[in-house]
């Protein structure tokens, strides 16, 4: 239990740290950049690529916990999820249902108005940074601390050009625990999909 208690307000550093001196929100807009810092930059503002096919998220940026449905939920054998309220927006605690001492947080980071483009503007504090895609929409792997060999990994999905979603995996136990990037990965494709569906 003492973990689990430790683990909650991580989510919340993990996110709040990345705002370096400023003492801005993870993420919240400075300036643009004047100049693009990869050939990935939108076209028309912002650092981050374009989402291609903007998502419905009308139901998680009040509930976090509507990033995966019921059926999602039990392909990756997660349990419902806690839903609670942060300064970046609506976050949520999925365990998995077999260990509980795996969880995925996820945050829905409706403070940043630039979606993935506050986090690229920010990259600069993260100890780690590389860009992907899940299932065709832009998203950067990225955390403030690089726990990727302890079992966290952490995961930014651009769902709108103004709404990022973030995925934190902390795993113990298990290949996760080893390797827990592909697990973010995971929950970020079921999202996409639980999303579409609408």
Do not use: H
């Not at 970046?88 to 630039?114: H, L, M, R």
Request: hydrophobic share 35%; glycine share 10%; net charge negative.
């Amino acid at each position: 239990m003492n973990r689990r208690l430790i683990a909650v307000p991580a989510v919340a550093l993990t996110v709040l740290a990345l705002a370096g001196c400023s003492g801005k929100t993870r993420g919240t807009a400075n300036p643009a950049p004047s100049t693009a810092e990869s050939s990935g930059q939108a076209a028309g503002g912002g650092s981050a690529p374009k989402v291609p096919s903007p998502l419905n998220t009308a139901s998680i940026t009040s509930d976090a916990c509507a990033t995966l449905s019921s059926s999602a939920r039990s392909t990756l054998s997660l349990g419902a999820g806690s839903p609670r309220s942060t300064d970046n927006g609506p976050s949520c605690t999925f365990q998995e249902a077999a260990d509980p001492g795996n969880q995925i947080d996820v945050t829905t980071v409706t403070a940043n108005k630039n979606g993935l483009s506050d986090v690229y503007d920010t990259k600069a504090n993260d100890a780690y940074w590389e860009e992907t895609q899940i299932s065709g929409y832009p998203a950067v792997y990225a955390a403030a601390v690089d726990g990727r060999k302890s079992g966290k990994c952490g995961l930014f999905v651009g769902v709108t050009d103004e709404l990022a979603v973030n995925i934190l995996v902390q795993y113990d136990n298990g290949a996760g625990a080893a390797d827990p990037c592909p697990v973010a990965q995971k929950f970020g494709e079921a999202m996409v999909q639980t999303l579409k569906e609408g």
